[in-house]
């Protein structure tokens, strides 16, 4: 299994670094693959669970939120958001009265997906989108390497209380503590390393971005969790040997370039 993860660990990265360097159009692309089969796979776990989330609309507006953040930055969003949701609630409402019961609950499942990868997932956008953005994302998403690798390293070594025993029974306190250990000092090193390239990295906010990323991020990963456990779901699709799915692979990710953009903004 680790071996798996391994490989297929390096062909995303072998995918997603030429796209961060080359930006643009490129890297649009690639997030917007990432997070429209990630949203694919949300909408999936639900139907699997006898609702039924609108996956066409979900996954037009996750993709006009990426295009428009892209084109406009945050400017024009809110016309995204706000004619999606009178969309999603007109087409559900419809549906009840056609005579789906589930339409209620179904508007909402549409509408969180929408704001969890639709907005929240534009902050790849958005970071790449700051000054020296590519070396922030590197920084940011090094980090979240870093705390799960020791999350999992030593939770499977010495994990013996439980972390959250209903949502993630394997996840440990132990692998809580030595992930965010792991990205502390992962932060660190990297930033000291990226400072080599980039004056506007460097030890310290590589360290302080490991405290911030490593403590809060395991949230993404529970969270994603409580979805999938919902329905007694292990991963969201088999898409990525190893790792699951997309949904399974940018959890934590999602919550750290959104934290990582305003703290580099507010902060750095």
Known sequence: MLITRIKTALILLALGLPAVFLGGWFYFSFIAIILLLAAREYSSIY?????????????????????????????????????????????HTLRYEAGQDSAPIDFALTTSGIFYFGWIGSYFISIMSLPDGQ?????????????????????????????SPRVSPKKSWEGYYGGIIAGIIGGALVGLLFHQFNDSINMINGLVLGIVLSVITPMGDLGESMIKRQFKLKDS?????GHGGAMDRIDTWVWAVCISYYLIIWVF
């Open 47 to 91: 139907h699997i669970g006898g609702y039924n989330p609108s996956t066409i609309l979900l996954l037009i507006t996750v993709f006009m939120l990426l295009l428009f953040r892209f084109l406009f930055d945050f400017e024009n969003n809110d016309i995204v958001l706000a004619v999606s949701f009178l969309c999603v609630m007109a087409f």
């Open 135 to 163: 070396w922030w994302l590197l920084l940011s998403i090094s980090i979240i390497a870093f705390s799960d690798s020791g999350a999992y390293f030593i939770g499977s070594r010495f994990g013996k209380h439980k972390m």
């Open 237 to 241: 699709s088999n898409l990525l040997p």
